[in-house]
Each structure stands twice: as structure tokens, then as C-alpha cells.
């Protein structure tokens, strides 16, 4: 019974187009990490940006949390079929940080590096959507250890994964490359909307 009103809520999300092909709408918010959560000291911590920049730049945890920020509310999508809808983020706004540091015209991909090397990469377009943040507040609360504080990247027009916890820097780069999941075969791109799961390469 209770599964049944549960698809029937399905189909009628889907009905109203807000849940992407194959997804299951979830009410918890599961976790999803290789590896283990780092730990966090404010007085190491930074933040850097490299690559086709003007200006390599680094940022102490109390200068990041200096930075204008904007609260948005979305839905994600995680590659492994569940989306939760109406999720509740503040983070500094990718598109007006990126002004910030000068972006070379040569910059086309930007790729997330996080603590114990987890990456992932996107065209500089897909990047540039007002809905990108790189989040440190989720419900009004820092981030849960588990759910990438102290700051991610927030993609939500893309699967989850895309969305990189533990953020240390981001590199803008003529060329493409790959990241942790996209050369483990996952897609290169992600768009739920198009059920851009898994690359060429995949094993799946
Ligand atoms: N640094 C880092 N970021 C990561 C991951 C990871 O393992 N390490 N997993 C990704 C995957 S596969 C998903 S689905 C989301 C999960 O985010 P959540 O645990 O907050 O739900 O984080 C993404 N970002
Ligand atoms: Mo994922």
C-alpha cells in the first residue's frame, strides 16, 4: 500500500516534470563518498584556483567565508537513481567568484580537486548557470562532515557526482580531463535530463 502511494507520488512528479528519467525521489539524503572524510583545520585550510587564471589565487577559511554568498533552493539527482527535490543551499555564486579571479578567454573546462585527490570535471559553460554555488551551508547548517564540509561544489543541472565535496581548488584548463568517476566509466557530462550515466567505457 504504502509503495503503491509512493509510485503514484512518483507518477505524478514525473507528470509534473520535475523528476529525470529512471530517477526515484527520496526524502533522506544518502551519502555517497570513496574513501574517508578528511579532516578539517580552519587555521590550514585553503582554497586555491589555478591554471588559466590572471591570477593564481588562495583563500584562507576565514577569507572564504567573506565571500558574498546566495541561498537557492533545488532538486539533485545522484547517478544511482535516487533525487531529492526542494534542497536548501547557501555558498558563494560560481559565476561572480569567477569574475573575481579573471578568467582567460583560453579557459574551457573546470576541473574540482578535492582532498585525497577525488576530481571531476565540466565544460566552463555548464559552470556558468546562476544555480552553481560553491556550497558550505545546506538547510542553514555548515555542511555535515559526511555531505563534503567544509565547502562543495553545487552543480544541480547535472548528476550528483559532478557536485565535488571536500573542495580544496578548482583549475580552469584548456583541455579536458577526466575525473575520479569519468574514467572509472561513468559519462562525461551528466545531464539527467538526458540519462547521461555511463561512458563509453563503461563495465556497467
Ligand atoms: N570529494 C568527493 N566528492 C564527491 C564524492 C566523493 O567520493 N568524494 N562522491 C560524489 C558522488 S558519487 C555523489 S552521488 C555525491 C554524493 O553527495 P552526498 O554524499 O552529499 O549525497 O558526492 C559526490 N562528490
Ligand atoms: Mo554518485
Redesign the pocket.
Known amino acids: 500500500m504504502n509503495f503503491l502511494r509512493r509510485r503514484q507520488e512518483e507518477d505524478k512528479v514525473k507528470s509534473e516534470g520535475r523528476l529525470p528519467p529512471g530517477q526515484s525521489l527520496t526524502q533522506k539524503?544518502?551519502?555517497?563518498?570513496?574513501?574517508p572524510n578528511p579532516t578539517f583545520d580552519p587555521q590550514t585550510w585553503d582554497f586555491r584556483v589555478f591554471g588559466e587564471v590572471d591570477q593564481e589565487m588562495r583563500w584562507s577559511w576565514d577569507e572564504f567565508l567573506k565571500l558574498p554568498t546566495k541561498t537557492i533552493t533545488t532538486d539533485i539527482h545522484?547517478?544511482?537513481r535516487w533525487s531529492k527535490f526542494d534542497t536548501v543551499w547557501e555558498g558563494v555564486p560560481f559565476v561572480e567568484w569567477s569574475q573575481s579571479v579573471g578568467v582567460k578567454p583560453s579557459a574551457r573546462y573546470v576541473i574540482a580537486h578535492?582532498d585525497y585527490g577525488?576530481t571531476t570535471n565540466l565544460p566552463l559553460e555548464s559552470m556558468m548557470d546562476d544555480d552553481v554555488l560553491l556550497a558550505y551551508k545546506y538547510d542553514g547548517k555548515f555542511l555535515e562532515p559526511?555531505?563534503?564540509f567544509p565547502v562543495r561544489t553545487l552543480v544541480p543541472k547535472r548528476y550528483?557526482?559532478k557536485?565535488?565535496?571536500?573542495l580544496r581548488a578548482l583549475e580552469f584548463s584548456t583541455v579536458d580531463k577526466p575525473g575520479f568517476?569519468e574514467v572509472n566509466g561513468y559519462h562525461n557530462d551528466g545531464d539527467p535530463w538526458k540519462e547521461e550515466r555511463y561512458g563509453r567505457r563503461s563495465f556497467f
Open positions: 539524503f544518502p551519502v555517497l563518498t570513496y574513501g545522484c547517478v544511482t578535492c577525488y559526511d555531505h563534503g550528483f557526482w557536485s565535488a565535496k571536500f568517476w
